[in-house]
């Protein structure tokens, strides 16, 4: 059985930093590759951020580019989201979830709260 477990999240004030991180269990971390995703109040969940099973490519979404760096450590099973000059509009309840061959997204954990205060 899939589990992924998000921890990193709480209260920060505008321009502060979070790093927030998902551990894996029950399948073989490093063939997947992961991803960052997150919904905000009254808004559709939106994808964030991916990383190839190697680590090696990441993509992200234009309005976090330059400011939230997705890594991964295999040998831990972990994957990270380090959030930098996070805005009030960062606020989410952020996910991380892994992929299957085909690049589909198969598991969710179950989130972890973000609050930017302004």
């Known amino acids: 059985q899939v589990q992924l477990v998000e921890s990193g999240g709480g209260l920060v004030q505008a321009g502060g930093s979070l790093r927030l991180s998902c551990a894996a269990s029950?399948?073989?971390?490093?063939?997947?590759?992961m991803g960052w995703f997150r919904q905000a109040p009254g808004k559709e969940r939106e994808f964030v951020a991916r990383?190839?099973?190697?680590?090696?490519?990441?993509y992200y979404a234009d309005s976090v580019k330059g400011r939230f760096t997705i890594s991964r450590d295999n040998a831990k099973n972990t994957v990270y989201l380090q959030m930098n000059s996070l805005k009030p509009e960062n606020t989410a309840v952020y996910y991380c979830?892994?992929?299957?061959?085909?690049?589909?997204?198969?598991?969710w954990g179950q989130g972890t709260q973000v609050t930017v205060s302004s």
């Open positions: 990383i190839h099973w190697s680590g090696g490519i990441t």
């Open positions: 029950g399948r073989t971390f490093s063939r997947y590759d």
């Open positions: 979830a892994s992929a299957v061959p085909g690049g589909q997204y198969a598991y």
